[in-house]
Each structure stands twice: as structure tokens, then as C-alpha cells.
């Protein structure tokens, strides 16, 4: 069962599913179930009979989460709860998804997975929240923190370049602050590849960080995004207080993917090929 | 304007010479360190007065992190006193004096890019011993620009992206740490960026700056290689690897990103992109290498 289908992560596992024909997914948009509604998760995941549950569904926006705070908490912090206890029950296994904003960014160093998590704002803190809730309610789970994610689906940097690049000759970018991108396909092979060897039967309680390899600033991104598409807009490099955002915004969020590497036998792509290969899709849809 | 040079035969130094003949309006007075070693005073001040000095650009280091740590005292010989010595003469000849720095007078635990002012508290001996004679310039010298730079390239000397083309050419894949972030310089900017400071200085003033250089961007020494590889168009694969797979001797800062606003700012330069730096560079010394 895929909660949240109509997202980014979400779209991506619809993308994919077929390829996996062994497999029955089940997929709830938001629309479809809201999953801070407990009665209505419960039914849904006893009429799928459901062995996983992923959840992909989440209140992503950090600037509107400043302003609305409750919103942020139902669906991130409440609605992961509410997952977790009901995948207790049915003895189901839960992926569920995270992220590097219950970091402070003040590393100098890729975060591993047992950095103390130092949420700056109201998105950080509710996605955090809902880790403590799943892991408190104890079902077997899985808990993946992905780093700066972008897809074919959704609203991304990624696309909001590539539209900005064929409407502008230059743009400026922040080049202050540093992560990992990390593309919503890669972390979908990445989670089929451990469904593929998940032993249903043991209890799992980990958390993972996945981020495709290598480093870079907005600027570096944006600078590749048009390099990849042939775009010939020109990037320009500023600093961040160029920007006024409402929502806190870390300095540096890149993920160490070293555990989920050694524990499940991945290999993950470099973010700059996993980049070429969402514009070659992209060009194609 | 007599323009003298020490340490010409350095990574640095070896790009000014390069350059030098691209300004036909200045003279140019090269020292290698064999020819001139900066930690001796009668020596520097005898040169000094011969090529009538206006401008000493101080390329001379002792740059080896490792052997640093191993033999301090030649590290702050010349790193230091080597400084002070440069700035003494350079007060008593009233000229200005250039001095080429580090991102390794920081200890790397920032989590953004390092500005002028942010606080200097190198982790090892050759941080200090940049520290103590960016410190000795300031107390000594009446006129000074020092210039700290990030992770350097060029055609010349040793530097990563010569040790990664000529490891690219004999392997067919290459651990290289992916969880250090810093941003590349290639040398050729750096003195493009100095000649043009030099076009615009006004002798009779005095300067007291330090300023940070590098090229635009960041990445890390993995990012580094795999462009590295593209460009010179190497079949060898590069694999990410964390810094405790790979021991080393000195200490190595986590984050060295530079800001270069500074520079941009007050002397209304623009700074390549690192990716369309090293793009050249490659170019370069595969034509020089044949």
C-alpha cells in the first residue's frame, strides 16, 4: 500500500510498479486518504491486507508550515503515527519517508544516521515528530531520510529550472549552501531493491539516509541543470541573504547513504548522471 | 612597475610567468626558491633594492600538509618568518606587498562558506604557520593584500587534478573521498584576478585587505574527480569513499568553501565558474603533456 500516490516519491512508485507483477500495490493519492485519518487508514489497509505500507505522503512545504504550523503537524507528525500503530496491528512493514530538515545544517560533514537530529523550524520538527511516533509505536519499519529530492512528478528545483531556463537569459542562485540531490527514482529502485529482500517475518527498526552521491550548491545544481538540457541561460552565483524565505533554511544538508549501502548491497548513482537521466525522461514525457 | 616574484617556480609562480609577457608595461624580477629564500633577510632586502621593487607577490610556501606536521619548523620558517621577512623588506623599500594564503587557516567546521572575518583557528602546523605570517604582514608591512585560496590547480607543481589524470590513465577505478567539501581554484584565474588588482591599485595608497579567492561553485574531492574524468574523457570509474577509508597524516578541514564576494566586490572582478576552469586546465595539460 502506497499512501500519498499523488506526490513525487508516490508517483514514481506508480511509475515503476508494473515491473514488479509479483507485487500487488495498492495506491491512495491524498485525496483518496488522509492519512491522519485513522479510521479510514485502518479500513484501507485491512481491504489491501496490506504486508507494506510506504508512506509518501507529507506536508512538504516549509514555508507554509511556518504559517501553518497545524497542518504541518496532522499530516507529518499525526498521520505517520497513525500509520505506524495501524501497521503494528496488521503486522505490516512501514517504509516511511524522512528528511534532511531534522538537521540544523550546521555540519561541516555528511549527516549520518545517528547525528543527533536538531530540527531549525516547524517542517523539520513535525517530520521528526512523526520518526518519534512511528518509532514509538512499533511496528517493523523502515525509516529513509532522502536529501534535496526532485522527479519527473511534483514541484521540484529541478523543474522549476528548466522553466525558468526557457523563460530567462540569466538567474541568480544561492551558492552558499551545500547538499546532496537526490532523485525520486533512484530512492524508488533503491526501496524496490529492499522489498526484494525484506524477510517480513523478522522486525525491522532502522533509519537510512539516501541521497544520491556527491555534493554541490544550488548555484552547482542549477549550473548543471542547464548544462544537461542545453539551455542557455546563464546562472549566477549569490548569497542566500539575496533571498528573503519565511522558512528556516539549513546550510548544509548533505546525507551520508553509507548504511543503507553496507545493509541492503546498493549502489547509488551520482547525482549528476541520476540528473541527466530525469531531463532525457523529462524531454520524452 | 617593478613587479618581483618569489617562489616562481611553484604552482602559483609558474602561472605568473606564464602570464607575465600579457603586460609589457611592467617588469617582472622571478625568484625561485633556490635563487631566493625568503626566510633570509639580507638576501630578500638585496633583491629587493636591485629589481627597485614596487609590488612583491609572495608565491613561496612551504605547502606540504603532511610534512608540516612532520617538520614544523621548516613550515613556520618559511610560512612564517619567511612572511615577516618579506614584510620588513618590503616596509623598508615601500612596496606592496601580495601574499597568497589558505582556506587551512580554518578548522573546517563550518557549515557555509568562510568569510574575511570569520575566526582563523587552524587544526595543524601548516595553518599555523600561514596564520602567524598572514599576522606578522599585518603587524609589519605598511601596504598588503593577502589573498587566501581554496583547493589549487594548475599545469604546474603537484595538485589533484594532475595526480587524477595520471591515476585516470593507469586504473580503471579510483576510491576518492566524497564526504570533504571545498571549492576548486585554478591557478590561471587567480592571476588573471591579481594582474587586474594590479591595473587598478594606486601605489600611493596604502592597502590592508585579506581577501578570499576561489572559483565559483563547490564540490567535493569525489565531484572533483568524476569532472575530471569526463573532461579528459578517461574511462576510469570513480567510487565515493569516506575520509576514515583513507588515512592521512595532517589534519584535513571537512568544509573549506571560500566566499569571494569580497574580492568581487571591491574590485569588480567576476570569478569562472570551477567546472569551466577546469575545463581549460584539462585542455591545457593534455596539449602540454604531448
Known amino acids: 500500500m502506497v499512501a500519498g500516490s499523488g506526490g513525487q516519491l508516490g508517483s514514481e512508485f506508480r511509475a515503476v510498479a508494473e515491473r514488479y507483477p509479483q507485487w500487488n500495490f495498492f495506491f491512495f493519492s491524498h485525496r483518496e486518504l488522509d492519512i491522519s485519518d485513522g479510521k479510514h487508514v485502518r479500513e484501507a489497509m485491512r481491504q489491501c491486507d496490506c504486508d507494506v505500507v510506504i508512506n509518501c505522503a507529507a506536508f512538504t512545504s516549509v514555508d507554509m508550515a511556518e504559517a501553518n504550523p497545524e497542518a504541518s503537524f496532522r499530516v507529518n507528525r499525526d498521520g505517520a503515527g497513525i500509520l505506524a500503530r495501524w501497521a503494528m496491528e496488521q503486522r505490516a512493514l512501514l517504509i516511511h519517508f524522512s528528511t534532511y530538515y531534522v538537521f540544523d545544517g550546521l555540519s561541516p560533514r555528511p549527516y549520518h544516521t545517528g547525528d543527533p537530529a536538531v530540527p531549525l523550524g516547524v517542517y523539520g520538527m513535525s517530520k521528526l515528530q512523526g520518526e518519534e511516533f512511528v518509532r514509538q509505536a512499533g511496528p517493523s519499519h523502515l525509516i529513509v531520510r532522502v536529501g534535496w529530492l526532485y522527479s519527473r512528478f511534483g514541484e521540484n528545483f529541478v523543474k522549476t529550472m528548466l522553466r525558468l531556463g526557457r523563460e530567462r537569459d540569466s538567474l541568480d542562485v544561492v551558492s552558499d549552501r551545500v547538499g546532496s540531490p537526490v532523485y525520486a527514482a533512484d530512492v524508488v529502485t533503491a526501496v524496490m531493491g529492499i522489498l526484494g529482500k525484506v524477510d517480513l517475518k523478522r522486525c525491522y527498526s532502522s533509519t537510512y539516509h539516501y541521497a544520491n552521491e556527491g555534493v554541490c550548491s544550488w548555484f552547482d545544481f542549477a549550473v548543471s541543470i542547464m548544462k544537461t538540457a542545453n539551455l542557455p541561460c546563464r546562472i549566477l552565483p549569490v548569497e542566500s541573504s539575496a533571498f528573503a524565505v519565511s522558512g528556516p533554511r539549513p546550510w548544509y544538508s548533505a546525507l551520508s547513504s553509507t548504511s543503507v549501502k553496507r545493509d541492503w548491497g546498493l549502489a547509488v548513482p551520482c547525482w549528476q548522471d541520476s540528473l541527466a537521466a530525469m531531463i532525457a525522461g523529462n524531454v520524452l514525457m | ?290
Open chain 2, 1 to 290: 612597475m617593478n613587479i618581483m616574484i618569489t617562489g616562481s617556480e611553484g604552482q602559483l609562480g609558474s602561472e605568473f610567468r606564464a602570464m607575465a609577457c600579457a603586460y609589457p608595461q611592467w617588469n617582472f624580477f622571478f625568484y625561485s626558491h633556490q635563487a631566493l629564500d625568503i626566510s633570509e633577510e639580507l638576501k630578500v632586502d638585496k633583491a629587493m633594492r636591485q629589481c627597485r621593487c614596487d609590488v612583491v607577490l609572495n608565491c613561496a610556501a612551504f605547502t606540504s600538509v603532511d610534512k608540516a606536521e612532520s617538520s614544523p619548523d621548516l613550515s613556520f620558517r618559511v610560512n612564517r618568518d619567511g612572511a615577516g621577512v618579506l614584510a620588513q623588506s618590503a616596509r623598508k623599500n615601500g612596496a606592496l606587498l601580495i601574499q597568497f594564503s589558505t582556506f587551512g587557516v580554518f578548522d573546517g567546521m563550518a557549515p557555509r562558506p568562510y568569510r574575511e572575518d570569520d575566526d582563523a583557528e587552524p587544526k595543524g602546523f601548516y595553518g599555523k604557520a600561514k596564520l602567524a605570517g598572514e599576522n606578522l604582514i599585518r603587524t609589519i608591512a605598511p601596504s598588503y593584500l593577502i589573498i587566501r585560496i581554496g583547493w589549487l590547480f594548475s599545469p604546474f607543481g603537484e595538485n589533484f587534478v594532475k595526480k587524477i589524470l595520471s591515476l585516470g590513465q593507469e586504473r580503471t577505478s579510483l576510491g576518492v573521498v566524497s564526504d570533504r567539501v571545498g571549492s576548486p581554484v585554478y591557478a590561471a584565474d587567480l592571476v588573471s584576478a591579481v594582474m587586474s588588482i594590479l591595473v587598478m591599485v594606486d601605489l600611493q595608497r596604502t592597502y590592508s585587505a585579506t581577501y578570499h579567492y576561489a572559483n565559483e561553485g563547490v564540490c567535493s574531492w569525489y565531484d572533483f574527480a568524476i569532472a575530471i574524468m569526463k573532461l579528459a574523457k578517461l574511462p576510469c570509474r570513480i567510487l565515493p569513499i569516506e575520509s576514515n577509508a583513507f588515512p592521512v597524516f595532517g589534519p584535513r578541514p571537512w568544509y573549506s568553501v571560500l566566499n569571494n564576494n569580497a574580492i568581487k566586490r571591491d574590485w569588480g572582478i567576476t570569478i569562472p565558474y570551477w567546472q569551466d576552469s577546469l575545463a581549460l586546465a584539462v585542455i591545457r595539460m593534455q596539449a602540454l603533456s604531448l
